[in-house]
């Protein structure tokens, strides 16, 4: 099952890490997970240029190996990046050395001071350990664009009616999520903007 909002004890289980930002500025922060890929972070990027957003990209280390300049063109358009591991490791699974390891090697590719856990999920252990040398970023609100049983419809819908001031919003540029993606991020970008908010960097 998909939850739009983090479990209300989770901030109070991990509170070196951030979930949302400024609650009384109307402020909204974009994030883009898993990238980048060519099937789909160009058409991203076209968007936020088209409506003059920017916004933060949690990227693989092994995407940024594979695809340099797609991560060079999200760097040239003024946008932010952040490490989410070399291989999408899940924290639950890995000893802590692994995983350690694991970011250490994306940050030979992504000279970042923000991390973001893939799935949300490490250890307490490694959290403790990774917010030394990091800035822990975690969400408000999680669109479920990855999910294939909501709708283009229902995603837009956890994006706009969830979000508040200081919302941390995630959204993917990995195949999974396009259909969704592409219906939910220009409405998402619109209706937001019409409600007052302004979208910034982390």
Not at 72 to 100: A, C, M
Request: hydrophobic letters at 35%.
């Amino acid at each position: 099952m998909h939850f739009v909002r983090p479990f209300f004890f989770l901030p109070y289980l991990f509170p070196s890490a951030t979930w949302r930002k400024e609650k009384n500025k109307n402020n909204i922060y974009l994030t883009f997970d898993d990238g980048p890929i060519p099937e789909i972070t160009p058409w991203i990027l076209d968007c936020l240029k088209e409506k003059d957003v920017k916004a933060c990209f949690f990227c693989v280390g092994d995407n940024v190996r594979k695809y340099p300049e797609l991560y060079q063109r999200i760097l040239d358009e003024g946008h932010q990046v952040g490490n989410h591991t070399f291989n999408h490791l899940k924290g639950w699974d890995q000893e802590d050395s692994n995983y350690l390891d694991n970011i250490a090697q994306c940050r030979t590719l992504v000279d970042s001071q923000l991390f973001r856990p893939p799935y949300g999920r490490l250890k307490k252990s490694q959290l403790s350990k990774v917010s030394k040398d990091y800035k822990v970023i975690m969400w408000d609100v999680l669109t479920g664009d990855y999910d294939k049983r909501i709708s283009p419809e229902q995603c837009l819908h956890n994006a706009v009616n969830y979000s508040r001031a200081g919302s941390i919003i995630v959204f993917h540029d990995n195949i999974k999520a396009i259909a969704n993606l592409q219906y939910a991020l220009p409405r998402t970008i619109d209706q937001l903007r019409a409600k007052g908010f302004q979208f910034q960097l982390l």
